[in-house]
Structures are given as structure tokens and as C-alpha cells.
């Protein structure tokens, strides 16, 4: 038995969750670092730490966490910001370190893959990359303006920096037909380095 550990991380905009339907459709298990932190705002320790930190200011009138206002006070503040990464990276990493399976390949979508510290149990990362003009577009749909964008690119690792720390990178710029393409070829390799692996392990 073997596992394959790929990171998915990249640009906003760039297609990570789209990607990583395409894994999944092929079989990969996925692990969401964004869904993990979903989960920690709604229950534990995080909405306490918060309340302690920043008082009743980040919660709405139902006393739930109001993830917008974390976001305009997170992304205003480098302190505040480094603060909440620094409540929530080890907690999303142990988490998913924890779901990993015995065997097959797994997809972990991690966002802030560097920053955070690529952890050991990651094998390979790819990187999702895109024009500005098509992450500007895609960001829009989701609400997220380009002034919002930049104001949250700026806490991020340089972008050549993460390009070169990864083992692929993949350019989400054409057609989705391109995008299949590219994914296909990762794939194979995926593949390829399961199947070494399953080998050294039958040895």
C-alpha cells in the first residue's frame, strides 16, 4: 500500500477547486484547508480566542462569528493578520495530517501552502497559476473586487518564490479543454510515482 501526497495551492482565482474536482473525479481523496477552517469558526477554541482578542466586534447580532469582519480586520493588519495564522495553520495542517488515508492518492487543497510551512507528509506541490486579468474576472464573481484582492495578495509569499518552491506549475489561461490536458499529464505522474512507491514498499 501506497499514498501520494499532492499539495494544491496557487493564485486566487487561479482554478485550485476546480482542479481539485478533477482529481477527485478521478478517484483522489481531497483534503480542504479552507473547509477545516470553516470548521473552526464555527465551534472550539477560535471564536474565543477571537472574543478575547478583538471583543465583540467580529460577531453578529446572533453571536456568530461575522467572517467578513475578521476578513477587514485580518487583512488591514499585519499583527492581526499573523495572529490568526498563527491560530489556525498548525491546527488545519495536524487536522488533515490526521485524515490522511492508508493508501491511494490524496489532494490537499491548501491555500496558503507556504506560508503556513509545507509540512513533511506533503510529496508534491502544484501550483495554480492564471493571467491577472482572468483571476480579476473569476475573483468578481465571488465578490472579491481587485482592490480587496491586492489588499490580501500583499501577506502573501512573493509569487516566483512559490512557483519555484513547487513541482509543477500549471497556467490556467485557455480553454478548459487546456486546463483537462495539463491535468492529465500531472496525473500520469501522480501515477508513476504511486506506482514506484507501491514497488519499493512490496520489496
Known amino acids: 500500500m501506497a499514498t501520494v501526497v499532492i499539495a494544491l495551492t496557487g493564485e486566487p482565482g487561479a482554478g485550485k477547486s476546480t482542479a481539485a474536482q478533477w482529481f477527485r473525479a478521478r478517484g483522489a481523496a481531497l483534503l480542504d484547508a479552507d473547509g477545516i ?21 467580529v460577531f453578529g447580532a446572533d453571536g456568530k462569528i461575522d467572517r467578513k469582519a475578521v476578513s477587514a480586520r485580518v487583512f488591514a493588519d499585519e499583527e492581526e493578520y499573523r495572529w490568526l495564522c498563527r491560530a489556525t495553520h498548525p491546527v488545519v495542517l495536524s487536522r488533515m495530517e490526521a485524515a490522511l488515508p492508508e493508501e491511494g492518492v490524496v489532494v490537499a487543497e491548501i491555500p496558503m501552502l507556504f506560508e503556513a510551512g509545507r509540512p513533511d507528509w506533503v510529496d508534491k506541490v502544484l501550483f495554480m497559476a492564471a493571467a491577472p486579468r482572468l483571476r480579476a474576472e473569476r475573483n468578481r464573481s465571488r465578490g472579491l473586487d481587485e482592490t480587496e484582492l491586492a489588499r490580501r495578495e500583499r501577506f502573501f509569499m512573493d509569487r516566483e518564490r512559490r512557483m519555484a518552491l513547487s513541482d509543477w506549475v500549471l497556467c490556467n489561461d485557455g480553454s478548459v479543454e487546456n486546463l483537462e490536458a495539463q491535468l492529465e499529464k500531472i496525473w500520469r505522474e501522480i501515477q508513476a510515482l504511486r506506482s514506484r512507491r507501491e514497488a519499493q514498499t512490496d520489496c
Open 37 to 57: 477552517v470553516r470548521g473552526l469558526w464555527d465551534g472550539g477554541e477560535l471564536p474565543q480566542k477571537a472574543r478575547a482578542r478583538w471583543g465583540g466586534s
